[in-house]
């Protein structure tokens, strides 16, 4: 199997750097306009899956106008990953810069590909190079009560529940050790 394509640096593109999971041929590069047409299929085949819990409402809505627009707006401080296996688009991580050093996140993977451990991997890379490059200290994710690959995913991760609120769980992973 060929090895996937993987950019070693940002710094002439501006873009973030590409991330290489533990997984191979899994890895991290940054979602941009470049990605519109394979990301509206990958959000087109997923609708249902995205939206059992009432998330993603937005995605589940998608047209292609609107990820060309989503995907032309900066991230900012934040980023926008794609999960890639094989260089093809098969989920999204976001790292989301709340008020850093202190971050949130989200994750997804197309349905045909949960399973397999690729989102803990992919979370694992970012949160690393989260901690590590960005010097981040805390992580906190919100899940939908009902979302238990969610909540397992994060369990694997380390991440622990803080706070209970009507519709979700907070769950938090300190980054320092
Ligand atoms: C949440 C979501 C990303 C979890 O996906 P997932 O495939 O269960 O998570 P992973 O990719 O880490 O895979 C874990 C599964 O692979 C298995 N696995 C196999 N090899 C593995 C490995 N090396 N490491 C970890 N898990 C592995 C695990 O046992 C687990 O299987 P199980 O669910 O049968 O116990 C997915 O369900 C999803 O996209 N849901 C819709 C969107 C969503 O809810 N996002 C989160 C909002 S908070």
Request: charged content about 25%.
């Amino acid at each position: 199997m060929d090895s996937p394509t993987v950019r070693e640096s940002s710094t002439q593109d501006g873009l973030a750097p590409d991330l290489p999971t533990k997984v191979h041929g899994l890895v991290l590069r940054e979602l941009t306009i470049m990605d519109a047409d394979a990301y509206y299929k990958l959000l087109d085949s997923n609708r249902g899956h995205l939206t059992r819990l009432g998330d993603y409402q937005a995605e589940g809505k998608a047209t292609s106008e609107w990820v060309r627009e989503h995907l032309s707006t900066a991230s900012g401080a934040s980023l926008r990953y794609g999960i890639r296996l094989n260089d093809e688009l098969i989920g999204r991580v976001d790292l989301i810069a709340v008020d850093p050093p202190r971050y949130g996140t989200g994750y997804w993977l197309g349905e045909a590909r949960v399973g397999a451990g690729y989102a803990t991997a992919a979370c694992a890379v970012l949160y690393d190079y989260a901690a590590r490059t960005l010097g981040a200290t805390d992580i906190f994710a919100g899940v939908t009560h009902g979302n238990a690959k969610s909540v397992a995913l994060l369990k694997r991760l380390g991440f622990e529940p803080v706070t209970e609120f009507e519709n979700y769980t907070r769950f938090h992973l300190s980054l320092v050790r």
